[in-house]
């Protein structure tokens, strides 16, 4: 049996017995709040989930330790300087590596592309000037150790000279740094810290619009939905869904991410508070958008089918697209000044992953942000308006799938 719900008229009003709208939205998400954070799977879940990110933070802390050689570049055949590179750093704890390197010209490139951390150019000849050249900002401690280095390759060579008055020699003996490309400061963290958000999102959005979802159909299937109607408004029960789902997914972003930040921050991965926690925020901002844009959506698949079965096929564009947009984040780090990345930062719903990884980079301008999150709020309320139209017009209807075009016209 077929009911059809497209006029509104047809539904009890509020006259009926209705409840307020905001007492009617605060029933339905306690409601959901508490018939589904108090289920065993969830709360499993919860656990298994922070107990894997702290010993994955645990474990990665452990790997990108400082056992790896540092490779330095070294222009020129001086096998003295080198092992006093060497020397002087296992004294201080580093570990060195000497790469030999033909040219300065070469030794540039290689400092450029990253294949030494490094590269040492000397001077003008008669000196013991070095030039050291990185690709961003040089690490104190191994700077430290270069210039104790070429320090000390002076003295060896003043020293070995007849009549050299000892107080030139460290004025002799000098090193000068130069960056080939400059670090935006506690850039790495950053950009940590934003995909680590939008992994997050990806699991609320899959999660929380999935259970809107399943939801709706429970509803359906189980006929409860028309006791509901009968005191509350259609809108009402889908926005109390929204909210109390939406709330219990971003308690997880919080605890979750939350529990990542306090375990990097423990473990060294991150040491900047201040960095980490302001794109915490800027992560928080994003999410909320991207979750209300898809959860809406999700509980529009949720009302055009009426059994579990069918919720698959219905949702599976949806997961795609979903999927599309966390991707983008994590495929197009390495080409965020790309025409594509570029163009895709201002699109809704893929400025919810890329534009906190654009923050933490320095590429997105203030005009930007605002102007990508005014967008993103424009495309949640056609979302909202897209879903409310659909949801109104079909959450009785009962029997076959209700094709999309049909669904939105009523």
């Known amino acids: 049996m077929s009911v059809n719900a497209s006029d509104p008229n047809k539904h009890p009003k509020s006259g009926s017995g209705r409840m307020s709208a905001w007492r009617a ?7 959901e709040i508490t018939t589904r954070a108090a ?14 990110i ?4 645990i474990v990665l802390s452990i790997f990108t330790g400082d056992d790896k050689a540092t490779k330095v570049g070294l222009v020129g055949d001086n096998s003295q300087l080198s092992e006093t590179i060497v020397a002087v750093g296992d004294a201080s704890g580093e570990n060195i590596e000497i790469v030999p390197i033909g040219n300065a010209d070469e030794a540039r490139a290689q400092a450029k592309e990253g294949d030494v951390k490094v590269a040492l150019v000397p001077g003008d000849a008669g000196t013991n000037n070095y030039e050291a050249v990185t690709k961003d900002d040089l690490d104190g401690s191994l700077e430290g150790v270069l210039r104790t280095a070429v320090s000390q390759d002076g003295l060896t060579k003043a020293l070995a000279a007849e009549n050299v008055d000892l107080s030139a020699i460290s004025a002799d003996s000098t090193l000068t740094v130069s960056e080939t490309d400059p670090a935006k400061p506690n850039e790495g963290q950053r950009i940590a810290v934003a995909l680590v958000g939008v992994s997050l999102l990806m699991f609320a959005v899959l999660q929380g619009g999935s259970m809107v979802a399943a939801g709706v159909v429970e509803e359906k299937t189980s006929r409860v939905v028309e006791l509901l109607l009968a005191t509350i408004k259609p809108l009402h029960l889908l926005w109390g869904k929204i909210v109390g789902i939406g709330l219990m997914a971003f308690a997880q972003v919080v605890l979750l991410g939350g529990t990542a930040l306090v375990a990097a921050l423990a473990t060294g991965i991150l040491d900047v508070p ?14 909320v958008l991207g979750f209300v844009f898809f959860a809406t959506l999700y509980a529009a698949t949720g009302a055009v089918v009426s059994r579990q079965e069918e919720l698959g096929s219905s949702s599976a564009p949806l997961t795609i697209l979903a999927m599309a947009v966390v991707y983008s984040a994590y495929f197009g780090i390495g ?8 163009t895709l930062a ?8 890329i534009m906190p990884v654009r923050i933490a980079t320095g590429d997105a301008t203030l005009v930007q942000v605002i102007v990508t999150i005014v967008l993103m709020m424009i495309a949640c309320a056609v979302a909202a308006w897209l879903a409310a139209r659909i949801y109104q017009r079909n959450i009785l209807r009962t029997g076959a799938r209700v094709k999309w075009k049909e669904a939105i016209k009523g």
């Open 335 to 342: 080409s965020l000044d790309s025409t594509l990345m570029q």
């Open 346 to 353: 201002w699109i809704p719903p893929f400025s919810a992953s």
């Open 274 to 287: 201040t960095a980490a926690g302001s794109m915490f925020a800027a992560v928080v901002i994003w999410f």
């Open 39 to 52: 289920t065993k799977s969830f709360l499993i879940t919860n656990v298994i989930l922070l107990v894997v």
């Open 25 to 31: 939205i605060n029933l339905v998400a306690r409601r």
């Open 54 to 57: 702290v010993a994955g933070i």
